[in-house]
């Protein structure tokens, strides 16, 4: 018997071991459209179309947010397309996607850990008060929850993203590529390096989820009623919310990029915390300082945003359809 099992032909199956592999395939799929799991793959999936589309946005609006992060320095750009020009120019296309790589593995177990927490409050709370959709301060608390989890995953991909995307082209180029600026920052500051601007960080991630999913499933809603889930209410709500927490945030937003962008040495840093960075943004550039770069930051939002949630609705739907 042995020797008829080893010159078996590979396709030849008995029917026992064909059922074996359906039921384990099925075990598979069961497993895959779990909610959670189903969360997470759609999350993930979400996270690079946003980055995909939205970084080029993101390195204009970060250049813009830290320009005046040097005293005595007069701006080097006048506007957002005046940036992009520039980049371009001194870099090429390339330069508007520098630092792509840690955000995008970054935002895969952001956008991930974000819709598998903001699912578990958003169960949670249902159960408390029999099923009922949330409102909109529910989804406030239940994003910024996800948020302040996601502030632990972004926090060094942001930081090390802003370290690269704020310096300029030429001989003061400090980091040579996105791993020498990983290996320059821990060598100076060990993995505590890692999460530089980690209380400007936490407080825009939760506020910033929080209001996104506030606004999102306000809109959507209203947009689609009977939750058909298709591509247009769900781009527009998604757009729409994406517009309104950005603008919010995004004073909170430049503090946080500028701390961030920050020398690594903490002796040698110019802002100690987020009021102090804020009161000496205000005193070079006035409020101006806080809008930089909000141009380039909603035009990220627009059709990142939106892609992101079309994205993730589309995929948990393809999951639960297989």
Same mark, same amino acid.
């Given at each position: 018997?042995?020797?008829?099992?080893?010159?078996?032909?590979?396709?030849?199956?008995?029917?026992?071991?064909?059922?074996?592999?359906?039921?384990?395939?099925?075990?598979?799929?069961?497993?895959?459209?779990?909610?959670?799991?189903?969360?997470?793959?759609?999350?993930?999936?979400?996270?690079?179309?946003?980055?995909?589309?939205?970084?080029?946005?993101?390195?204009?609006?970060?250049?813009?947010?830290?320009?005046?992060?040097?005293?005595?320095?007069?701006?080097?750009?006048?506007?957002?397309?005046?940036?992009?020009?520039?980049?371009?120019?001194?870099?090429?296309?390339?330069?508007?996607?520098?630092?792509?790589?840690?955000?995008?593995?970054?935002?895969?177990?952001?956008?991930?850990?974000?819709?598998?927490?903001?699912?578990?409050?958003?169960?949670?709370?249902?159960?408390?008060?029999?099923?009922?959709?949330?409102?909109?301060?529910?989804?406030?608390?239940?994003?910024?929850?996800?948020?302040?989890?996601?502030?632990?995953? +972004?926090?060094?991909? +942001?930081?090390?993203?802003?370290?690269?995307?704020?310096?300029?082209?030429?001989?003061?180029?400090?980091?040579?590529?996105?791993?020498?600026?990983?290996?320059?920052?821990?060598?100076?500051?060990?993995?505590?390096?890692?999460?530089?601007?980690?209380?400007?960080?936490?407080?825009?991630?939760?506020?910033?989820?929080?209001?996104?999913?506030?606004?999102?499933?306000?809109?959507?809603?209203?947009?689609?009623?009977? +939750? +058909?889930?298709?591509?247009?209410?769900?781009?527009?709500?998604?757009?729409?919310?994406?517009?309104?927490?950005?603008?919010?945030?995004?004073?909170?937003?430049?503090?946080?990029?500028?701390?961030?962008?920050?020398?690594?040495?903490?002796?040698?840093?110019?802002?100690?915390?987020?009021?102090?960075?804020?009161?000496?943004?205000?005193?070079?550039?006035?409020?101006?300082?806080?809008?930089?770069?909000?141009?380039?930051?909603?035009?990220?939002?627009?059709?990142?945003?939106?892609?992101?949630?079309?994205?993730?609705?589309?995929?948990?739907?393809?999951?639960?359809?297989?």
């Amino acid at each position: 018997m042995a020797l008829l099992e080893s010159i078996r032909p590979s396709w030849w199956i008995t029917s026992e071991e064909r059922k074996a592999g359906v039921q384990a395939q099925k075990s598979g799929l069961e497993l895959v459209k779990t909610p959670r799991v189903k969360t997470i793959i759609s999350g993930t999936f979400g996270g690079i179309s946003l980055i995909t589309i939205g970084h080029p946005f993101d390195t204009v609006k970060v250049k813009l947010q830290t320009q005046g992060c040097v005293a005595a320095q007069a701006p080097l750009y006048s506007g957002a397309i005046d940036c992009a020009r520039k980049t371009v120019k001194s870099e090429g296309l390339g330069g508007l996607y520098k630092g792509i790589g840690p955000p995008l593995i970054g935002q895969v177990f952001k956008s991930a850990c974000l819709f598998t927490t903001h699912d578990e409050v958003k169960t949670a709370i249902m159960a408390r008060n029999g099923g009922k959709p949330l409102t909109a301060a529910e989804n406030f608390v239940a994003g910024a929850m996800g948020g302040g989890v996601v502030a632990l995953v +972004e926090t060094p991909t +942001e930081m090390f993203k802003s370290k690269m995307q704020a310096q300029q082209s030429g001989s003061s180029v400090r980091y040579a590529s996105t791993l020498d600026c990983v290996r320059q920052v821990t060598r100076t500051s060990g993995l505590r390096g890692w999460y530089q601007g980690f209380g400007a960080s936490a407080l825009t991630c939760c506020t910033a989820n929080g209001l996104f999913f506030a606004g999102y499933f306000s809109m959507r809603q209203w947009l689609d009623p009977h +939750e +058909e889930r298709k591509p247009l209410p769900l781009f527009l709500s998604g757009a729409s919310a994406g517009v309104v927490f950005t603008t919010l945030i995004f004073p909170l937003d430049t503090i946080k990029s500028t701390l961030m962008a920050d020398n690594s040495h903490a002796t040698h840093r110019q802002y100690n915390g987020v009021i102090d960075c804020a009161k000496k943004l205000y005193a070079r550039q006035g409020f101006r300082a806080f809008t930089q770069g909000i141009a380039p930051s909603l035009l990220r939002a627009t059709p990142g945003l939106g892609m992101l949630v079309v994205t993730v609705e589309t995929c948990k739907k393809t999951i639960e359809g297989l």
